[in-house]
């Protein structure tokens, strides 16, 4: 099998030498700034052929290229520049940009590693997460009412960022021929023939499943001082000691305030249950913080695992954005844990992400981000809100046509909290608001209960998106379910059988290269 899948490879490379896939995306007419695409296409093709191997000559690799030349310089000049001028909140942007072009040159570098064309629908993933740092950088500023000091930026930026969205576009023609040739089998060609997702190792299933994983740690955490350590981040940090190999911290039932960042891959968090084990703070954005940094958790080390964990943000409703976890960690699984807070709890920052049995509190926008997000078999309890405030249970942030992202639930339940149960004629709560321009997000054969309104999804301001967005619906039952008063966008849709199939598991995450080797129990298609 190695072997004809390495025939097909050979083959296939042959072809773009000689200029078939360059056929189909032979023209930079074709990207959404075609003189951008032009200009740095010439540059790039007239170096020296001795820092060229033949595949790059193909416009891909000369677009993906030239665009990670451009990232690493913005990168360069962005955490070179002088701030000493800039107030607190205007640094504190500025240091999540330095963090957010940073990780945009990892990810262009991966895509650019991405030689095997049946690596090209990966690659797509890493292109989207480097727009979506694009767009956090400068939402920060925004945030913090600092916008002006965008003007101190270097000003190819604005280049760049097109360069990254051309990059996107001709990607995906590239993903879309090589699939073509390589037997149509397109977002589901990782799937096993049994049907049975293999995302992540047999050890890692095992972890996931196993009653006595816990004692398969290798480090403790205990706030009572019976473990190794008495604070999550003191484990995380030592995990820096380990060979690459999966490191998995077990915190014992407790609650932990603390606000921890995990950048190293391959961590696992199992904790005694949810509401056992719980890891809060209350950073917010009132109190001037980006959004981006008030995550109690932030993930951005890909391969992350949690189980049996509760994520908290206990700002409340009148602080506004108050993050509970956000994650950029690429093809991490999220299994039996609880995410509670109000506005904006859950960020699906970037990437691809699975959460299954989870339970996710809030208000406003409270799934919210740009990630390829899929959550199965999930509780969505909506709680009571400020007084005039409606609920929305999403905010997708997808701003480019041609990302692979969006927001998928399925199998799950919306219903109202406790807190909002006896008063919830008294608030609106929608399906979710469409925070960027090409939003998306689906609900699938989801029980949606009474509080949910007629119209089901909510305007974020006038018409903005309405026809650009995408939101649909298949087969959701309960109260709330109908779709006969629903609103009447473009974008709207009842879909079909074969459009939700695009949402599943299997398709849109492409779960079967890596889910169930994590041994979480999921559904693949419908």
């Known amino acids: 099998m190695d072997k004809l899948v390495s025939g097909f490879v050979t083959i296939f490379l042959v072809l773009v030498i000689e200029g078939v896939i360059s056929d189909t995306i032979s023209s930079c007419g074709q990207t959404p700034y075609p003189e951008i695409c032009e200009s740095y296409f010439m540059s790039y093709s007239n170096k020296p052929l001795a820092t060229l191997d033949e595949t790059q000559f193909s416009l891909r690799d000369a677009a993906l290229g030239s665009t990670l030349d451009q990232a690493q310089r913005a990168y360069g000049l962005i955490s070179a520049m002088d701030v000493s001028s800039f107030d607190e909140k205007a640094k504190m942007a500025w240091a999540d940009c330095v963090e957010l072009y940073s990780d945009t040159v990892t990810q262009l570098n991966r895509a650019m590693g991405s030689k095997n064309p049946l690596s090209w629908s990966d690659a797509q993933t890493w292109l989207s997460a480097a727009i979506t740092n694009q767009q956090t950088c400068q939402n920060g500023f925004v945030e913090l009412g600092k916008s002006s000091y965008l003007s101190s930026f270097p000003f190819m930026l604005s280049n760049f960022s097109k360069m990254v969205s ?18 149509k089998q397109g977002g589901n060609r990782r799937l096993l023939s049994d049907g049975f997702p293999t995302w992540v190792s047999a050890a890692d299933r095992k972890l996931l499943q196993s009653p006595s994983a816990a004692s ?11 473990g190794n350590y008495k604070t999550i981040s003191e484990a995380v940090a030592a995990s820096s000691k380990r060979s690459g190999k999966r490191f998995v911290i077990y915190v014992k039932k407790g609650v932990y ?10 961590i696992m968090l199992i904790g005694d249950g949810i509401d056992a084990t719980i890891v809060t703070d209350s950073k917010n ?52 844990c609880s995410f509670k807070g109000y506005q904006d709890t859950l ?18 926008d409270f799934i919210f981000g740009d990630a390829v997000a899929v959550l199965q078999n999930c509780n969505i309890y909506v709680r009571k809100p400020m007084s005039g405030q409606k609920n929305t249970v999403t905010a997708q942030g997808r701003t ?126 419908l």
């Not at 305030?257 to 391959?266: D, L, R």
């Not at 993930?299 to 954005?321: L, S, Y």
């Not at 960020?347 to 406003?364: L, N």
């Open 285 to 336: 954005a009132q109190d001037g913080s980006t959004t981006f940094r008030t995550a109690t958790v932030g993930v951005t080390g890909d391969g992350f695992m949690a189980r049996d964990m509760t994520f908290e943000n206990t700002a409340g409703p009148q602080k506004h954005q108050a993050v509970a976890l956000r994650s950029g960690s690429d093809l991490s699984v999220f299994y039996s």
């Open 216 to 226: 398969q740690a290798d480090v403790v955490v205990a706030a009572d001082g019976s």
């Open 257 to 266: 305030k603390e606000n921890v960042e995990i950048k190293a891959s391959n």
């Open 166 to 183: 051309n990059s996107l576009a001709i990607n995906k023609e590239a993903d879309s021929s090589a699939a073509s040739l390589l037997g």
């Open 400 to 525: 480019d046509p041609n990302e692979n992202t969006g927001i998928s639930i399925h199998n799950s339940r919306v219903t109202a909290a406790s807190d909002l149960r006896a008063v919830q004629g008294s608030f609106k709560t929608y399906l979710g608001r469409p925070w960027q321009k090409y939003s998306r997000t689906v609900f699938m054969k989801t029980s949606l209960d009474s509080l949910v309104d007629r119209a089901g999804w909510l305007e974020w301001s006038g018409k903005f998106a309405l026809s650009s967005l995408y939101y649909g619906e298949y087969m959701n039952t309960g109260p709330g379910a109908s779709t006969s008063g629903r609103v009447n966008w473009e974008g709207f849709h009842v879909m079909s059988a074969d459009d939700a199939g695009k949402f599943t598991v299997g398709s849109f995450l492409g779960g079967g290269s890596w889910i169930a080797a994590a041994g979480v129990p999921f559904t693949p298609g």
């Open 347 to 364: 960020y699906v920052y970037s990437q691809r992400q699975f959460y299954r049995d989870c339970d996710i509190y809030g208000t406003v």
